[in-house]
Nanobody, 135 residues
Framework: QVQLGESGGGGVQEGGSLRGSCAVS????????LGWFRQAPGKEREGVAA???????TYGDTVKSRLTIPRDNAKNSLYLKMSSLEAENTAQYYC?????????????????????????????WGQGAQVTVSS
């Protein structure tokens, strides 16, 4: 159904910046929601950022203020821009997609992404991209 592919990972020095891309293809629904996640060796997967339909976003507490996730709908791409990188940012980064949440509203059922940073709600995942921050 939907396929995701990350690019832009690699090695970065502390204090540096990195721009990653997530290309989305093959989606058969009119709407979908996107987010970024990461997992370091021996640690739990954690949410990095999630995007809402209106363009708003939420970020994980440990990375907030150090990243943005602009989206280019024309290119079906989601980007991850990180700056002021530290060693703790070293991890495998994944982009993921899910169906929106439905909720009741005056006109019927409405939908939103919900700014979800829980990976269990996401159904489609990219292959991951390694980011290594060194001093």
């Amino acid at each position: 159904q939907v396929q995701l592919g990350e690019s832009g990972g690699g090695g970065v020095q502390e204090g540096g910046s990195l721009r990653g891309s997530c290309a989305v293809s093959g989606y058969t629904y009119s709407t979908y929601c996107l987010g970024w996640f990461r997992q370091a060796p021996g640690k739990e997967r954690e949410g990095v950022a999630a995007l809402e339909f209106d363009g708003s976003s939420t970020y994980g507490d440990t990375v907030k203020s150090r990243l943005t996730i602009p989206r280019d709908n024309a290119k079906n791409s989601l980007y991850l821009k990180m700056s002021s990188l530290e060693a703790e940012n070293t991890a495998q980064y994944y982009c993921a997609a899910k169906a929106p949440r439905a909720y009741d509203c005056p006109s019927g059922y409405c939908y939103h992404c919900g700014l979800v940073l829980d990976g269990s709600e996401y159904n489609y995942w990219g292959q991951g991209a390694q980011v290594t921050v060194s001093s």
